[in-house]
């Protein structure tokens, strides 16, 4: 079955940079589109950003020019670069592989940006 591991949160400072993993396995992962969202406390799940099968990417205003979406397809894996992190950036994160109709979520990874 298709899975998705998150890795790569934690504690960083204001100002600081972390880069987040998704290993994702179960599926021909190249084909699909693959994205990053979050969930603060008391929030909805919100968008952060995707990248298509061919590259292709888009992201939230509040990350844009902060985060990077990236993917390696020979490691089935996509990354996000997260610098110039700020206080309102603590969440988790998860990815997300879009399949036809199905969404299919990792367990999320936490990320805190706090002095």
């Known amino acids: 079955q298709v899975q998705l591991v998150e890795s790569g949160g934690g504690l960083v400072q204001p100002g600081g940079s972390l880069r987040l993993s998704c290993a994702v396995s179960g599926t021909i992962f190249s084909w699909y589109p693959m994205g990053w969202y979050r969930q603060a406390p008391g929030k909805q799940r919100e968008f952060v950003a995707t990248?298509?099968?061919?590259?292709?990417?888009n992201y939230a205003d509040s990350v844009k020019g902060r985060f990077t979406i990236s993917r390696d397809n020979a490691k089935n894996t996509v990354y996000l670069q997260m610098n110039s992190l700020k206080a309102e950036d603590t969440a988790v994160y998860y990815c997300k592989l879009v399949r036809g109709s199905y969404d299919y979520w990792g367990q999320g990874t936490q990320v805190t940006v706090s002095s």
């Open positions: 990248i298509t099968s061919g590259g292709s990417t």
